[in-house]
């Protein structure tokens, strides 16, 4: 797990913390009911908020929503990334928001580990490590810039234990929504594929984090 630490700042977590899950989507076929399932059978019913932004879908992938009234749907027009992660995050009501790609699985048990970390102040955001479904060999533990174009890399496996890191992955990232709100969430005039994720770590590293 790789974390954003901080020297100083706010919030605190109640005992229980509610976790709003944001999904972004676009087009993302049957891998988003894959997803949504994925989150409905691993986190606790009481502790969740489940919110899936459809950005200009045309593959019917959100049919199965009308199905699931638990889960709420925002459809949008051609926010991108950025914005759609920020759209989704203005309508969550969890003590933490985690933003979530429509392709990813997490295993029993995830937000055990993330939500403790969350716990200290100090602890701005954090993500698991990352591994392909298709090839489990390739696997990530937060990211290194690799250069002025906000380029990254892959961080080897640092340790048992949570380790902080340049930069945290977007496809599956917590934090306070304190947090959140106080760093302004992601820069919306980002339109672009990539990049998203670093200038969010940069301004976590502004704030101290």
């Known amino acids: 797990?790789?974390?954003?630490?901080?020297?100083?700042?706010?919030?605190?977590?109640?005992?229980?913390?509610?976790?709003?899950?944001?999904?972004?989507?676009?087009?993302?076929?049957?891998e988003l009911r894959e997803t949504v399932r994925n989150v409905l059978t691993?986190?606790?019913?009481?502790?969740?908020?489940?919110?899936?932004?459809?950005?200009?879908?045309?593959?019917?992938?959100?049919?199965?929503?009308?199905?699931?009234?638990?889960?709420r749907m925002l459809p949008a027009t051609g926010l991108g990334v950025a914005r759609a992660r920020n759209y989704g995050a203005s309508q969550a009501t969890g003590d933490v928001i985690l933003f979530a790609d429509a392709h990813v699985r997490a295993p029993a048990g995830w937000h055990e580990?993330?939500?403790?970390?969350?716990?200290?102040?100090?602890?701005?955001?954090?993500?698991?490590?990352?591994?392909?479904?298709?090839?489990?060999?390739?696997?990530?533990?937060?990211l290194d810039v690799t250069g002025p174009d906000l380029h990254t890399g892959w961080r080897h496996k640092p340790g048992s234990g949570p380790q902080p890191v340049p930069v945290l992955p977007g496809c599956f990232l917590a934090m306070r929504r304190d947090t959140y709100q106080r760093c302004g969430g992601y820069d919306g005039d980002m339109r672009q594929l990539g990049g998203n994720d670093a200038e969010l770590s940069c301004r976590l590293w502004l704030l101290g984090y």
């Open 1 to 30: 797990m790789s974390i954003m630490s901080s020297i100083e700042g706010p919030g605190s977590l109640p005992l229980c913390p509610s976790v709003s899950v944001v999904i972004i989507s676009r087009n993302e076929g049957s």
């Open 42 to 71: 691993t986190l606790p019913q009481k502790q969740r908020e489940v919110i899936v932004v459809d950005d200009s879908s045309t593959d019917d992938s959100t049919d199965f929503l009308r199905e699931l009234p638990e889960v």
């Open 113 to 142: 580990p993330l939500l403790d970390a969350l716990r200290d102040h100090r602890t701005g955001a954090v993500a698991p490590g990352i591994y392909s479904m298709t090839e489990p060999k390739r696997r990530g533990f937060g």
